[in-house]
């Protein structure tokens, strides 16, 4: 039987090892297109759950780890991969519920109980993925439960079978096969099973690569780590930081941290043949800075810092008490609010005079969590929150955001940036909720969205020879053809989607594209495309693609 501390420590266990091999499931990612990569979005949903499981002490019942475990997954749920996980875990909780240790039999019935859940959570499931290797896993469960009552031979077979499937998963899709690889979604479950299974045959908790990377770095900087020890001081309000370029002459240093001594504490002072950095808490910055100066300039890399430590603090203590008392959702003021995610400041400021109430930063390569997704319907003042994920990896997310509140949400299921803005345009605040979730989809279903962006990785997809950095021209989601050159690759997908008819088109320029190549390419627009077509050009400063194109 495998009790509470046994379960928590497989779950722990199990969170690091998908964090130390992260980066080996994301290159399993076959897709050219930079996204939120299955292994990194399944190790920040394990690891949402690890302090809450460090707390619990040993003589915990497996069913409140259980519990504990797949509502922090839940909310720290990122990307369909993430999602799925943490479903599956949901439905090993419901499995567990009620017991202080478990067994074969109940393990194998948890399973089963979250596969279900997975399948019923994915519009349309695909064999050849995550989904397929849990069901396996489930299965074997079922089958070994009936034949042994060893823990560790009932989990060394579930072990042994999702290995097997999950080889299977690259002749389940055609895009696997093509490139020679398994599904990553997969991958990673199979890396948590078997990191839980080494705990449940008595070996010891597995250790972060990381940490021992972090540490070395904080060995090496004795700057950051003196720093650090000050973190929580706060005698004097604020917190000083600059780098200095000495001067020709420059005064012995000593002089300038005797003087700092005498107008604040916390003082850290290193420096060597050509700058000098300080770190120093004081009443009087201004002070600190004026002195600095007799000693050489201030550099632009990093600039000088002042934060109110003061502030912060009570900043912390908010939020502090905010976690541990639950988020008190806005008082409704309004009938309808609306929840956007989005990225870049273009972006953001669009969606806010287009009526967000709040935009959660968050879109391609950024996958925000379920409870980022969920705090943010919950500080909407409305009786009814509309929700925009605008990104098919991040729908999942906020439909599972909706089962955490009694408050009323409608998710719409707008998959790009141009359907999030049509779906806004077309909302009538004099309609009721039904009317305006038909009008909005219906809006946003008619817009042809164009993407230019890079080439994350080398692939052979869609009939594509890519080559990492290639420029990707992307026609309603599927790959296009490529290009060399960005404003070439955003005239010929504009051209070839306003082919069968446009009235407008709007180009929404990123972080890497300069407002004079963008107007560049409103200017070819306007000579070479039909003159009836009214082209509008917007800074969005979207990271990852260059070009948002809507056509409609």
């Not at 990194?40 to 259980?66: F, G, Q, Y």
């Not at 809006?443 to 080559?467: Q, Y």
Request: proline residues 3%; glycine residues 6%.
């Amino acid at each position: 039987m495998i009790n509470g501390a046994m379960f928590r420590d497989a779950l722990i266990s199990a969170a690091i090892t998908i964090n130390n091999r992260k980066r080996e499931v994301d290159e399993l990612n076959v897709y050219p297109v930079p996204d939120g990569d299955t292994g990194t979005n399944m190790s920040m949903t394990m690891n949402n759950a690890v302090d809450e499981l460090k707390r619990m002490p040993d003589s915990v019942d497996i069913s409140e780890v259980a519990s504990v475990a797949a509502s922090a997954f839940l909310r720290g749920a990122r990307g369909n991969s993430g999602v799925i996980l943490s479903l599956l875990f949901r439905g090993i909780s419901k499995g567990l519920s009620g017991l202080s240790e478990a067994g074969c039999e109940d393990f194998a019935n948890s399973l089963e109980y979250g596969v279900e859940a997975a399948y019923k959570a994915v519009m349309k499931p695909v064999e050849g993925t995550i989904l397929t290797v849990s069901k396996a896993a489930a299965h074997k469960a079922k089958e070994s439960a009936l034949s042994t009552s060893s823990d560790v031979i009932f989990w060394n077979d579930i072990c042994l079978e999702t290995e097997t499937v999950l080889a299977q998963t690259t002749d389940m899709l055609p895009q696997l096969k093509k490139a020679g690889v398994v599904d990553a979604g997969g991958m990673g479950l199979s890396i948590i099973l078997s990191a839980m299974k080494n705990i449940f045959e008595g070996n010891e908790i597995a250790e972060s690569t990381e940490k021992s990377a972090y540490d070395k770095e904080k060995n090496e900087d004795s700057f950051k780590s003196a720093v650090s020890q000050y973190d929580d001081d706060i005698t004097y309000t604020y917190c000083t930081e600059f780098m200095l370029r000495k001067a020709d002459n420059c005064p012995d240093s000593a002089i300038l941290r005797a003087y700092l001594e005498t107008i604040g504490d916390c003082v850290v002072l290193v420096e060597d043949e050509k700058i000098i950095k300080v770190h120093v808490h004081t009443d009087n910055p201004g002070n600190a800075l004026q002195k600095a100066l007799e000693f050489g300039c201030f550099v632009n890399d990093p600039r000088p810092k002042i934060e109110n430590m003061r502030i912060q603090h009570e900043d912390k203590v908010k939020e502090a008490k905010e976690i541990e008392a639950g988020f008190t959702p806005a008082e409704p003021e309004k009938e309808f609010g609306f929840v956007a995610v989005v990225s870049g400041h273009g972006l953001t400021s669009l969606f806010n005079d287009l009526g967000a109430d709040v935009v959660v930063k968050g879109g391609q390569t950024m996958n925000p969590s379920t409870d980022d997704i969920l705090r943010a319907i919950l500080s909407v003042p409305a009786e009814t929150v509309f929700v925009l994920p605008n990104n098919k990896n991040i729908i999942m997310a906020a439909e599972q955001a909706v089962k955490l509140t009694d408050k009323n949400v409608c998710v719409l299921q707008t998959r790009t940036i141009p359907q999030g803005i049509a779906a806004m345009m077309a909302f009538d605040e004099y309609s009721a909720l039904a009317e305006n979730r038909i009008a909005m989809t219906k809006a946003f279903e008619k817009i042809s969205t164009g993407l230019v962006t890079f080439a994350a990785r080398d692939s052979e997809f869609e009939g594509h020879s890519i080559k990492e950095g290639e420029i990707l021209a992307l026609d309603n989601g599927k790959l296009s053809f490529t290009e060399k050159d960005v404003n070439k690759a955003a005239y010929k997908l504009i051209k070839k989607l306003t082919r069968s008819g446009a009235n407008y088109v709007t180009v929404i320029y990123g972080s890497d594209v300069t407002e004079e190549n963008a107007e560049s390419l409103q200017q070819t627009l306007q000579a070479k495309l039909n003159d009836k077509i009214e082209i509008m050009l917007i800074d969005g400063g979207q990271p990852v693609y260059y070009y948002i194109i809507s056509v409609e």
